[in-house]
């Protein structure tokens, strides 16, 4: 049984989604696209050096804090110019999905899990492809494009987590145990009391534990 004022929202919410909308496009989307991007940016890089491999984990650790940082910062407190991800989150994400009503009950549930399209291209144009033009001026052409491969894999990673923790857990994918392990992170965070003091990484709680916010008990 969900909670009153959760049905109460999903309801007012679900009138609001077009009626064309399709949570499995939706889905197949978002991992198209990325993949398409990560192979084409893999297909750019040419006999890379060990020490251009070995900036992967590094993009990779990069990538973790700015999920962080972006997840506490903007997602959950109201800034100039980004009012919209602070609506879409916290009062949107954390009112259809709480910590005592984690799952979707149809695709059309999807469209409160997974980011629009356009946010894939908003985070190629204002993040991945600056940063790795800036690399390919210091750096190298491999350093830029691995870093866009690391970068957007991070993102489509993001996505597929996410969108794994608010699945059934008797489903296939709630089964998993590296979901049901990253789903109990991730429900605390949905606690209302806490959502903004503890587990603000989606995907792995790197910087969570590095910044003192990693929680792994429930109230």
Excluded: K
Aim: proline share 5%; net charge positive.
């Amino acid at each position: 049984m969900l909670p009153v004022e959760v049905a109460d929202f999903r309801t007012r919410y679900r009138a609001a989604i077009s009626v064309r909308y399709r949570g499995w496009l939706h889905f197949a989307t978002t991992t198209v696209a990325s993949l398409v991007v990560v192979g084409f940016a893999s297909s750019c890089v040419h006999a890379p050096t060990w020490l251009e491999l070995a900036a992967i984990p590094m993009f990779f650790l990069f990538a973790n804090v700015a999920e962080y940082l972006g997840h506490r910062g903007p997602m959950h407190h109201r800034r100039r110019g980004l009012a919209l991800v602070f609506e879409r989150h916290t009062q949107q994400h954390h009112r259809f999905y709480t910590h005592e009503a984690m799952a979707a009950e149809s695709p059309r549930d999807f469209q409160m899990v997974l980011f629009p399209p356009i946010m894939l291209i908003f985070f190629l144009g204002c993040m991945a492809t600056p940063i790795g033009l800036g690399l390919a001026v210091v750096g190298t052409p491999n350093l830029a494009w691995l870093f866009v491969a690391t970068s957007v894999g991070y993102f489509l990673t993001y996505e597929w987590l996410h969108f794994s923790y608010h699945q059934p857990e008797a489903s296939w994918i709630g089964r998993r145990a590296l979901v049901r392990h990253l789903r109990r992170h991730h429900a605390i965070h949905h606690d209302p009391a806490r959502m903004t003091s503890v587990n603000f990484n989606i995907t792995f709680p790197i910087a969570d534990r590095v910044f003192g916010t990693l929680s792994r008990t429930e109230r």
